[in-house]
């Protein structure tokens, strides 16, 4: 490349250094929300389980968990950082600690298997105080059919059975317009294969580290240069050389 380009590649790929906000909800409130549903009680609310259930149909039925996750926090933080609106996001993780299913309406033991990601719109829905011993008013297995149309794929992971473990998601369209807006962002787990059974902490675990996290990394957009900058830029750089030349004959 020649040094008038080089110099204006290097000015105009100038970025700051990367910022990484991790969210986790509360345990309280409505912004966040988080709870499973199961295909064998499905008129049933488990939004005060304490646990999230991804499995495949075995012999106690199939479960898919949502997670709501108030990105308010993670706006303002990257806006802080770079300007409103400077900014762009590099990378999204999902952070879930495995747990024990201890509970006899849950498939037994852990059994590892994919599980897949996907971003819905509909923010509106209730997590509910359902046990599977106490019953409550909240979402359940019928209502996610309604809730996830439209939904958007932001990928798959390999669950391993246990320990906290984090895994790299690919950003929707819908998610990062919730991100970018300071919005709420619904996620919906389901089995991704005929093997695997999940169980992870929910939002009301009382270790705040093992509750389910989203760590979200941005760094500042590439500054764009003044034409008229860039060009005496390479105008300058291109008489140097001339002159060099010149002197050289």
């Known amino acids: 490349m020649a040094p008038a380009l080089l110099l204006v590649a290097l000015f105009t790929s100038s970025l ?7 969210i986790r909800p ?7 929300g988080d709870a499973f549903v199961s295909s064998s009680n499905a008129t049933n609310n488990y939004g005060g389980a304490g ?23 993670a706006k303002t933080g990257f806006d802080t950082a770079y300007g409103v609106g400077q900014w ?12 024990t299913p ?17 971003w ?5 829905w209730t997590e509910g105080a359902g046990t599977p011993t106490a019953a409550g008013t909240g979402v359940t297995w019928n209502d996610v059919g309604a809730l996830t149309t439209g ?12 320990g ?9 369209a819908g998610f990062l317009t919730d991100l970018l807006n300071g919005n709420q962002a619904s996620l919906w787990l389901t089995p991704g294969d005929s093997t695997v059974s999940a169980l992870f902490n929910a939002r009301s675990f009382g270790t705040v580290a093992n509750r389910p996290g989203l760590i979200i990394t941005a760094s500042a957009l590439a500054p764009v240069p003044e034409p008229s900058r860039a060009l005496l830029l390479m105008l300058g750089m291109s008489a140097c050389l001339l002159r060099r030349r010149k002197l050289q004959l």
Request: without cysteine.
């Open 151 to 162: 939904a958007q794929s932001m990928g798959n992971f390999a669950y391993n059975t246990s």
């Open 120 to 124: 819905f719109g509909t923010d509106a």
């Open 51 to 73: 646990a999230l259930a991804v499995t495949t149909s075995l012999s106690k039925g199939a479960f898919d968990s949502l997670i709501r996750m108030d990105l308010a926090s």
């Open 26 to 32: 509360d345990s309280t409130g409505t912004a966040n």
């Open 102 to 118: 201890n509970n006899a309406i849950f498939n037994s033991p852990n059994t590892a298997g994919q599980v897949n990601v996907l």
């Open 164 to 172: 906290t473990q984090q895994y790299t998601l690919n950003p929707s």
């Open 88 to 99: 762009t996001i590099t990378s999204v993780l999902i952070e879930l600690t495995s747990g």
């Open 16 to 22: 700051h250094a990367a910022t990484t906000i991790t």
